[in-house]
């Protein structure tokens, strides 16, 4: 029972978003075409409706998506590899460019691709991350690689603030720095221990299930271009109140649905067990 207002909540924000992001009624949204798009997973791949059923979802196409596709990534970098750095560099800056526009413009037709997007972002950044850390290898000194990478997300934040987020980038580049930061323990001690990475990963699924409820109730109280106009101050309240809301709805999800869940899980394959013993 508990999971009923779960399921009417984030039902209700998706049906209610439809109408904001597509200019179109829900029923024009929630079509049989877009479900089968949904069950295969190829909502997230170009195809023209993406915000429809299971909107989080969408996160899952880009990664079988990339799971597809990554054989012939790695093929096409291989011709050039000399040139990586650079062409990866080239990719990543005009993949980003791509996903401000279409966000500022905040227009319907481009969601379709943003999956696209996606996959093509976070290979980049991936590759650049691991070219960056093998170059630092045996440095006793990383301060000028690392002062790159700062100015750079400094730079996207501040960029992203002056406008509608485009959080989706963004979160990609920080989080390969900040992966590459503890990978080369360049970190302030204390900063972060052990114990906080795995809370981290045992929210992670919460997170992921009512970070986009979350965003889709805030979009339908502040519009995109009501958003834009307003004063900067506002904007980082935004987006900060996002970040806090989205935080602890995760936890208050992982405590009182999640891990009762587990522990009935666990104690039914225990049953099973035994039984069958």
């Not at 996903?99 to 950044?125: D, E, P, Q, T």
Request: aromatic residues 16%; charged residues 10%.
């Amino acid at each position: 029972m508990i999971l009923i207002p779960i399921f009417i909540f984030m039902g209700n924000s998706i049906w209610d978003l439809s109408d904001h992001v597509t200019g179109l009624p829900a029923h024009a949204v929630f079509t049989w075409e877009s479900l089968l798009q949904t069950i295969f997973m190829v909502q997230s791949w170009g195809l023209p409706t993406t915000v429809s059923w299971n909107l989080a979802a969408w996160s899952i196409s880009c990664e079988w998506l990339v799971y597809l596709t990554f054989p012939i990534f790695v093929s096409i970098l291989g011709l050039f590899r000399k040139y990586t750095f650079v062409l990866v560099s080239l990719i990543l800056v005009i993949v980003v460019a791509d996903a401000a526009l279409i966000i500022w413009s905040y227009k319907a037709h481009g969601l379709s691709i943003f999956g696209v997007i996606r996959v093509v972002c976070g290979f980049s950044v991936g590759v650049l991350t691991y070219l960056i850390y093998e170059n630092l290898k045996g440095k006793k000194s990383a301060q000028k690689e690392h002062s790159i990478l700062f100015w750079i997300t400094g730079f996207l934040v501040v960029f992203s603030i002056q406008k509608y987020p485009f959080s989706l980038p963004l979160t990609i580049i920080f989080f390969a720095y900040f992966v590459l930061s503890i990978s080369l323990k360049r970190l302030p001690p204390g900063f972060i221990n052990a114990s906080q990475l795995v809370y981290c990963g045992q929210v992670s699924y919460s997170l992921y299930l009512s970070h986009s409820s979350v965003l889709c109730l805030l979009i339908v109280f502040i519009k995109p271009q009501s958003f834009a106009d307003a004063d900067v101050w506002v904007r980082v309240s935004y987006i900060f109140s996002y970040l806090v809301v989205t935080a602890i709805s995760s936890i208050l999800l992982h405590r009182w649905v999640e891990v009762p869940f587990q522990k009935l899980l666990r104690a039914g394959n225990l049953r099973t067990s035994m039984s069958a013993a």
